[in-house]
């Protein structure tokens, strides 16, 4: 999508601080982060939210919490743990209308979200 931010990173006409890239999916640093450890995970394809999986494109999402654990693993935040997000939508918070996941570690995460 030529308008889209994240399918710009992909394509490597915005540049990011990564973490983790196959031919599926990409992991950047959040550059507004919120725990000591603040990355996004994303499909490289563009699929708006969370409320765009279908059964075509779950396989994706299993896909990215294979990686998820790997790069927790990784960067040994896997033993004290971490948060997983992905916010869709206006009242789910979403700013950017390409699927991300948010991996946050490093401190202790409050529950509930505000
Ligand atoms: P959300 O509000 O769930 O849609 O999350 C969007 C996230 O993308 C926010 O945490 C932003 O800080 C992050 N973000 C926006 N632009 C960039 C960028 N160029 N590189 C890395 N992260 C970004
Ligand atoms: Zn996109």
């Not at 998820?68 to 700013?95: L, M, P």
Request: hydrophobic share 40%; net charge negative.
């Amino acid at each position: 999508m030529s308008d889209c931010l994240f399918c710009k990173i992909v394509a490597g006409e915005i540049p990011s601080d990564k973490v983790y890239e196959d031919d599926k999916v990409l992991a950047f640093n959040d550059i507004d982060p919120q725990a000591p450890v603040h990355f996004l995970v994303i499909p490289k394809e563009h699929i708006k939210s969370s409320a765009q999986i279908t059964a075509d494109n779950s396989h994706i999402v299993a896909h990215i919490f294979e990686v998820i654990a790997k790069i927790a693993a990784d960067k040994g935040i896997s033993e004290n743990g971490f948060r997983v997000v992905t916010n869709c939508g206006k009242d789910g918070g979403q700013t950017v209308g390409h699927l991300h996941f948010h991996v946050l570690a490093g401190r202790n995460i409050g529950w509930p979200p505000g």
